[in-house]
């Protein structure tokens, strides 16, 4: 039966939440998914594995707070003066560097400031500069592709570099800076360019959840 190894299974669970989601056509019918995806989580039972459908109960809660928030417009409602949206941000870095480094299980309070975080430094970001809130917005469009595929492009590079430099790429420190930004870049430009390749066909779009 379908299932993903442990590093793939947000391509089932993404997918999956975006299908349920175009289901309920309006934001007050989100809100009660929003409900309904709480009522999920906190079931006390493991879902099968087959199409991750375990790893979309635990995320989904997730998922639908972001739905809910831009929903309602929450950032443009709730007025954050600099050092409250600074002191978000840096709660949330504290928060996960502490559960990385001692592994505290942070699972509801880490992804909360997670998104309060996102909110915040996308806030402080568009008064920055102009062109800066314009590359964002066209990264942002294309930030589910870019997480979809993002580790086949940079597997790809890597395999090439590697072919390349050989062995050159983990033992010398500057073969090694220069090859993971080319890695990175290629895992982002690529997904970009092929979300961009997707708008103009009505049936990718669709399955990708495009606006075109």
Same mark, same amino acid.
């Given at each position: 039966?379908?299932?993903?190894?442990?590093?793939?299974?947000?391509?089932?669970?993404?997918?999956?939440?975006?299908?349920?989601?175009?289901?309920?056509?309006?934001?007050?019918?989100?809100?009660?998914?929003?409900?309904?995806?709480?009522?999920?989580?906190?079931?006390?039972?493991?879902?099968?594995?087959?199409?991750?459908?375990?790893?979309?109960?635990?995320?989904?809660?997730?998922?639908?707070?972001?739905?809910?928030?831009?929903?309602?417009?929450?950032?443009?409602?709730?007025?954050?003066?600099?050092?409250?949206?600074?002191?978000?941000?840096?709660? /949330? $870095? *504290?928060?996960?560097?502490?559960?990385?480094?001692? %592994?505290?299980? @942070?699972? #509801?309070? =880490?992804?909360?400031?997670?998104?309060?975080?996102?909110?915040?430094?996308?806030?402080?970001?568009?008064?920055?500069?102009?062109?800066?809130?314009?590359?964002?917005?066209?990264?942002?469009?294309?930030?589910?592709?870019?997480?979809?595929?993002?580790?086949?492009?940079?597997?790809?590079?890597?395999?090439?570099?590697?072919?390349?430099?050989?062995?050159?790429?983990?033992?010398?420190?500057?073969? /090694? $800076? *220069?090859?993971?930004?080319?890695?990175?870049?290629? %895992?982002?430009? @690529?997904? #970009?360019? =092929?979300?961009?390749?997707?708008?103009?066909?009505?049936?990718?779009?669709?399955?990708?959840?495009?606006?075109?």
């Amino acid at each position: 039966m379908p299932s993903a190894g442990y590093f793939t299974w947000f391509v089932f669970a993404l997918f999956e939440m975006f299908l349920v989601v175009r289901l309920f056509k309006t934001k007050e019918k989100r809100f009660m998914l929003l409900i309904l995806s709480i009522l999920l989580f906190f079931i006390p039972m493991p879902f099968t594995q087959i199409f991750c459908l375990n790893e979309f109960k635990h995320n989904f809660v997730y998922f639908m707070m972001g739905v809910f928030l831009s929903d309602y417009k929450f950032s443009k409602h709730v007025k954050m003066n600099l050092s409250l949206k600074i002191l978000i941000a840096v709660t /949330f $870095l *504290i928060l996960y560097a502490f559960n990385t480094v001692y %592994g505290v299980s @942070m699972s #509801i309070l =880490l992804p909360l400031f997670g998104v309060g975080a996102v909110l915040a430094i996308s806030s402080i970001v568009t008064k920055v500069n102009e062109s800066i809130m314009k590359f964002i917005l066209i990264v942002s469009s294309a930030s589910y592709t870019i997480y979809l595929f993002h580790t086949t492009f940079e597997g790809f590079a890597k395999a090439i570099l590697m072919k390349i430099m050989g062995k050159n790429i983990v033992n010398n420190d500057s073969y /090694f $800076l *220069i090859s993971s930004l080319v890695i990175v870049l290629f %895992g982002c430009i @690529m997904p #970009i360019i =092929l979300h961009n390749c997707f708008k103009k066909n009505k049936y990718l779009s669709f399955a990708f959840g495009i606006k075109r």
